[in-house]
């Protein structure tokens, strides 16, 4: 098997957070049919699960975080600034809050940060890679 990411997040309703997360983009793989987890895809090598408080509690004894805490930021990279824009956009429109800190525009990258219906921290982004070799800097 290949090296890949699942991130595991626990979710107050797994089929609010799963449309949450189509409309930013995922897709959500149906070998989970139950109320308990949903698999949701960004990419080959990047998977969410999200699972039900209930499920996660049968995984760890550590606690929830509340959802104003940021236990970390997912980054996801988009193709374009418009594509982040839309992010966003989607995550308010959807259950979620978008630019819970302030916009970045560095001129080679932009980022919005958004939070899921749960306050999990996700940050859309996009980076012109050769603009920040050659040292096009707005920042």
Do not use: C
Not at 75 to 85: G, I
């Amino acid at each position: 098997m290949s090296k890949k990411i699942f991130v595991s997040l626990p979710v107050t309703n797994v089929n609010a957070s799963r449309a949450f997360y189509e409309s930013l983009g995922f897709k959500n793989d149906p070998r989970f049919p139950d109320e308990t987890a949903a698999w949701m895809v960004w990419s080959e090598d990047i998977n969410f699960m999200l699972l039900s408080q209930a499920k996660w509690r049968t995984l760890t004894t550590r606690p929830i975080p509340p959802s104003t805490s940021s236990e970390v930021m997912l980054a996801l990279s988009l193709d374009s600034r418009d594509a982040v824009d839309a992010m966003a956009n989607a995550a308010a429109a959807n259950g979620g809050q978008a630019d819970i800190n302030p916009i970045e525009d560095h001129g080679f990258m932009y980022t919005r940060d958004l939070a899921d219906p749960d306050g999990h921290a996700v940050g859309a982004m996009w980076m012109d890679a050769a603009a920040m070799a050659a040292g096009d800097r707005a920042d």
